[in-house]
């Protein structure tokens, strides 16, 4: 198979590796929106900005230039940018007759003139910029150091089309990925969002030393409030006990490589956020997702307590003690108030 990589960040470059040493013998193109990236990647056969220490397989190929020209003749392309790229890139791709898969976990947040709309899931970012494209997520619990590796990751390819989890999977399967399909594309998207937002939760709960009790306890709320939401917007209640959502916000929560469980243990040693983001040299997604996922619930009438506290933080309107206070201070509750 012929993939593009639409990326260079540590995530993209991670995909690109694997899937340029697939048994299979891909040929994989990595495009970089920066030049100079590209061809420092190029000459020094690493990703040194965003994944240092990694050779570079020498079959992967570099490139840069216009995203459209480096898809041409690829039988699948892979949008790898931050969620907030995603529209532009989406805008640009959507002539394209190939299935495309993004790997971005978040909600859209809205800016400028739109900052009063909704937030959106990556799949209603694409309907409403690219309908005709065939696209899917591939998503699930894989940091991209592992990834890179080739330590043994499981991923989740979600489509409602059969032809692009069919082409996510003969891209990815491999004796190191295992690539799982999905309907579901609201349910892996949700999971793969709100994980985030819930790892920055425990983040501040380890930075704080509140213990392994309160952890537990805020990953198992957490999965709850995330399975809310997502039921409210469509997806399966299975899909929340798979990988983009259990796998993935035990990995997230727990696992020290996540970019948005540092942002919460950063926050908790009394740095401010901009001071907290800036350190990471990387996007954590759930920094800019947080307040849209809190706003969606909101207009759904769910209740996600552990979200809406880390909003408040993120804002500035509550301290790390207090936010923690603001949680265990509610009234109690029933465990499964849900339940018909
Ligand atoms: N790093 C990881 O382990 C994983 C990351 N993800 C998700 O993948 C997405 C990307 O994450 P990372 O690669 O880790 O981020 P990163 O912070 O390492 O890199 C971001 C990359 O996106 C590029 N970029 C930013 N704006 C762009 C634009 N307008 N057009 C083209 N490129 C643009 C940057 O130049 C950079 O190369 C995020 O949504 C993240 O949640 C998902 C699974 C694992
Ligand atoms: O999505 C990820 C692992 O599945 C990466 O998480 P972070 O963005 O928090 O590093």
Not at 36 to 54: D, F, I, K, R, V
Not at 223 to 239: F, I, K, Q, S
Not at 265 to 283: P, Y
Request: charged fraction near 15%.
């Amino acid at each position: 198979m012929k993939i593009v990589v639409l990326g260079a960040g540590a995530w993209g470059t991670a995909v690109a590796m694997s899937a340029a040493q697939h048994p299979a013998g891909h040929q994989v193109t990595l495009w970089a929106r920066n030049p100079a990236q590209a061809s420092a990647m190029q000459t020094q056969h690493e990703n040194t900005h965003y994944l240092p220490g990694m050779a570079l397989p020498p079959a992967l190929q570099v490139a840069s230039g216009d995203p459209v020209a480096a898809c041409y003749g690829a039988d699948l392309a892979i949008v790898a940018t931050p969620m907030a790229a995603l529209r532009g890139m989406l805008t640009a791709l959507q002539g394209l007759s190939m299935p495309v898969a993004w790997l971005c976990k978040g909600f859209e947040s809205p800016t400028g003139a739109q900052a009063a709309d909704a937030g959106l899931l990556a799949h209603e970012v694409c309907a409403q910029v690219a309908p005709s494209l065939r696209s899917g997520v591939l998503s699930g619990p894989s940091f991209a150091q592992e990834v890179a590796r080739n330590q043994p990751t499981a991923l989740v390819a979600a489509s409602e089309h059969s032809s692009v989890r069919e082409a996510l999977v003969a891209a990815f399967h491999s004796p190191s990925v295992r690539v799982y399909a999905n309907e579901d594309i609201v349910g892996v998207e949700v999971g793969g969002a709100v994980k985030n937002v819930l790892a920055i939760a425990t983040g501040l709960c380890d930075g704080l030393a509140l213990g392994l009790n309160a952890r537990a306890a805020l990953i198992t709320r957490g999965l709850a409030e995330m399975t809310r939401l997502g039921l409210a917007l469509g997806a399966r209640p299975d899909t929340f006990m798979g990988l983009s959502g259990l796998g993935d916000l035990v990995l997230t929560a727990t696992g020290d490589l996540s970019r948005n469980r540092r942002v919460g243990m950063l926050l908790a040693q009394g740095h401010t956020l901009a001071q907290a983001v800036e350190s990471l040299g990387h996007v954590a997604e759930g920094v800019y997702c947080a307040r849209t996922v809190a706003q969606r619930a909101q207009a759904l009438g769910v209740d996600m307590p552990i979200t809406r506290a880390v909003v408040a933080l993120l804002d500035g309107r509550l301290s790390p003690p207090e936010a923690v206070a603001t949680l265990m201070g509610r009234d109690p509750a029933t465990e499964f108030a849900d339940r018909g």
